[in-house]
Every structure is written in C-alpha cells, then in structure tokens.
C-alpha cells in the first residue's frame, strides 16, 4: 500500500500557467510535504526540467500557446515521472506520450496528490 508519507520531502516540478491553479496545486502540494519548483513559462520549465533535481513533475500540456513537449522530452530523458494536466482531449498527446497518464481539468488538488503516489510508488 502506498502512503501519503512516500511525498515528504519530495522535489515536484509544478508546470501551470494559470496563476490561480498553480496557486491551488502547490499549497497542496506543499501540505503532502512537498518542496514545488514552479514554472509558468515554456523556457523557464525547459530549463529547470533540464537541470534542477525533480523527484517528478505535472505537466500542463498548453504554456501561453506553447506545448510542454520539451519539458516532457527532457524529463523522460533523466528518466523523471510525469504526469500531464490538459482541458483538451489531444489525440497527439496520446500518440507521442502513451505510457503517461493525464489529468484532465478541471480536477481536484487530490486527483494529482493520487497520480502523483502513483508515479512515485517503489522509487
């Protein structure tokens, strides 16, 4: 069975560019334990994907217009679980991501708390 406890101390890259979600996400995030790394933009979440220490992240699929794919991409490369946020259903999103699971918005802070105990299970 896995615990609450497995996100104390955890580094959790929160992707949103919706101030008031984020806001949202990371005082949950931050009530499991959590420290949040957060990014609203494509270049600052590329970046950070690419060199701060993440334990795993959540993805919003849609930056200002831009797609997070490069966040994906460079996390899947440092072998960092996932998982996406999205209001669209992309067809393409299931095509190039198929094993990472997605949140579909709106969902509850709890719906992202499971997935991400989901992710982080035996690591």
Request: proline fraction near 5%.
């Amino acid at each position: 069975m896995v615990t609450r406890n497995v996100l104390k101390g955890r580094n959790i890259l929160l992707v949103e560019d919706e101030m008031m979600v984020a806001m949202m996400l990371q005082s949950a995030l931050e009530n499991e334990g959590c420290n949040v790394i957060s990014a609203g933009f494509l270049e600052q979440a590329t970046l950070l994907a690419v060199g701060r220490s993440v334990d795993a992240a959540v993805l919003d699929v849609n930056l200002h217009g831009k797609l997070s794919y490069p966040v994906a991409d460079a996390l899947a490369a440092r072998d960092i679980p996932f998982v996406f946020s999205t209001g669209n259903a992309n067809i393409e999103l299931r095509d190039r991501y198929p094993d990472r699971p997605v949140l579909a918005k709106p969902y509850q802070p709890n719906d992202l708390i499971v997935a991400l105990l989901s992710l982080l299970a035996g690591r």
